[in-house]
Nanobody, 122 residues
Framework: QVQLAESGGGLVRPGGSLRLSCAASGRIYNLYVMAWFRQAPGTEREFVGAVTWGPGNTFYASSVKDRFTISRDTAKNTMNLQMNDLKPEDTAIYYC???????????????WGQGTQVTVSS
């Protein structure tokens, strides 16, 4: 089992930036893909983006592409989400997750962090 812990959430004004981090521990030798999801009140969990752990290939939801960037540090077992030009509709709890398949389906991810709140408001 992999344990995940997110950090870096907070309150930011529209147009601002935030950087989230996800630290992995436990059976990290099994890491294949790590992803970010988000969930706003009353909505389903939504895919944000992901990175394949070894090759470092990234893919994103169309709603965040060109504003959000995922990176990973394999030496520190961390994944980051740099969020720029934030909009009120980006307000949500952001979760990191890991799983064996490189896709956008939350049900295929097997380990999840507790989440970190991101609020975009003036």
């Amino acid at each position: 089992q992999v344990q995940l812990a997110e950090s870096g959430g907070g309150l930011v004004r529209p147009g601002g930036s935030l950087r989230l981090s996800c630290a992995a521990s436990g059976r990290i030798y099994n890491l294949y893909v790590m992803a970010w999801f988000r969930q706003a009140p009353g909505t389903e969990r939504e895919f944000v983006g992901a990175v394949t752990w070894g090759p470092g290939n990234t893919f994103y939801a169309s709603s965040v592409k060109d504003r959000f960037t995922i990176s990973r540090d394999t030496a520190k077992n961390t994944m980051n989400l740099q969020m720029n030009d934030l909009k009120p509709e980006d307000t949500a709890i952001y979760y990191c997750a890991t799983g064996p398949y490189s896709n956008r389906e939350a049900s295929t991810y097997t380990s999840w962090g507790q989440g970190t709140q991101v609020t975009v408001s003036s």
